[in-house]
């Protein structure tokens, strides 16, 4: 193996454990919370609050539309893929509750239709009170205050960033500067063990959201990767890792990261 050039890799102190999604189709709300818990502690120095995966899938999946451009009210009631934007929008838009107040809950699901079974909580509308939690968690800063309970507010804002195979600086210098990147991809069902198969040509399209934390550049560039954080738990990949060979960027897209500017007292 080439001599290592470049080293960022932000899996340390402030990364939040892998989460697990389980059978549902809820990888942009793990990419989204992972970014945010990360920028929370890091802007913190401590960690303040696991934030709620279904609160953010719920309003993900509500952002849905119809093919007429109305909102779809049986989205929520699907395991269904969201947008990113839709999800950090959200996030935005109406905060996020703690996993104390809205905890992670695999259901049962109809594999034909998608719709969730009776009783799944993922199914569900989240309870008065997490949603009086999220308030606090707002992007404005008085309103935030304004709606603070027991938890204490932090500021998001968002922004797209023009990442492509080649043009990766934007992705590597949000990285550098200590910022996870959350994107998607089109996997071909390609993710096995610690790195990505050589080729999806021929393979069923699927598409899968990620979290970019970090890369790797020697002095032969064949060995360049980034180094992705999954949502299926520590058992993939390398403790839930893997490494993606900077090629592979022309499966990614919709790149994104979240900013924490300030602490709300």
Known sequence: MAPTKTFIDLRGEYM???????????CTAHAVAG??????????????FSPS???????ARK???????????QAVKKNIGTYIRDAIKSLKDKGVCSEEDWSYEVGEYNTKTLRFLN?????????????NHALGHLATGETARKHASRLLATGTSYHRLNATETNIQPLKECLSKGHPV?????????LRGSAINDSGEGLREARHSLLAVGYIERDEPKYN??????????????????????????LCYDFWI?????KIN
């Open 225 to 250: 990767v980034i180094i992705v954080r999954n949502s299926w738990s520590e058992r993939f990949g390398q403790k839930g890792y893997f490494y993606m060979p900077y090629p592979y960027l022309k």
């Open 182 to 190: 959350i994107f998607g991809m089109k996997t071909y069902g390609l």
């Open 119 to 131: 009783g799944a909580k993922a199914a569900m509308t989240p309870p008065k009170l997490a949603w």
């Open 53 to 59: 995966r279904l609160f953010l899938w719920y309003n």
């Open 16 to 26: 939040p454990p892998v989460y697990d999604q389980g059978k549902m189709m809820s």
């Open 63 to 73: 952002a849905i539309t119809t093919p007429t451009g109305s909102p779809d009210p």
């Open 35 to 48: 970014a945010f818990e990360f920028q929370t502690m890091r802007l913190h120095r401590q960690s303040l």
């Open 258 to 262: 979240l900013n924490l500017p300030q």
